[in-house]
C-alpha cells in the first residue's frame, strides 16, 4: 500500500517544464507577444520554420533530443537568421508520464 501511495504523489507532484500539465492529455500552443511590436517580434519575414524539442517523462526518460528547447537551435536547424516570430507547443499526457516541449521559429 505505501508503494502505490508513492507512485501516486510522484505521477501528481512531479515537476515538468511543460507549460501547463494536463491530468489526462494537454495540447497548448502559445504565441510570443511584444507590447511594442506586438506577434512580430524581429525583422525577419516569415519564410522558414524551426523546431527544437525536448520530451521528458517521469520515467527517467529525459531529454531525449537535447537538454532544453532553445531558439538558438531551433533557427540553426532550419538556417534562419533573421526571426520574425516563436511559438511554443506543448503536450502532456497523464500528467507527468510523458511530455514534449518545443520551441519553433519562424524568420528568413
Known amino acids: 500500500m505505501t508503494f502505490l501511495f508513492q507512485i501516486i504523489l510522484l505521477v501528481l507532484m512531479g515537476c515538468t517544464t511543460t507549460i501547463s500539465p494536463g491530468f489526462i492529455y494537454n495540447q497548448t500552443e502559445e504565441h510570443v507577444y511584444d507590447r511594442s511590436r506586438g506577434s512580430q ?50 503536450i502532456s499526457i497523464l500528467g507527468h508520464i510523458f511530455f514534449r516541449h518545443c520551441v519553433v521559429v519562424f524568420g528568413e
Do not use: F, P, Q
Not at 526518460?61 to 511554443?88: P, R
Open 41 to 90: 517580434l524581429g525583422s525577419g519575414r516569415i519564410l522558414k520554420i524551426g523546431e527544437d524539442c525536448v520530451y521528458g517523462s517521469i520515467l527517467g526518460i529525459s531529454g531525449l533530443v537535447s537538454d532544453s528547447a532553445s531558439v538558438e537551435i531551433a533557427s540553426y536547424n532550419a538556417g534562419i537568421t533573421k526571426i520574425g516570430s516563436i511559438d511554443y507547443k506543448s
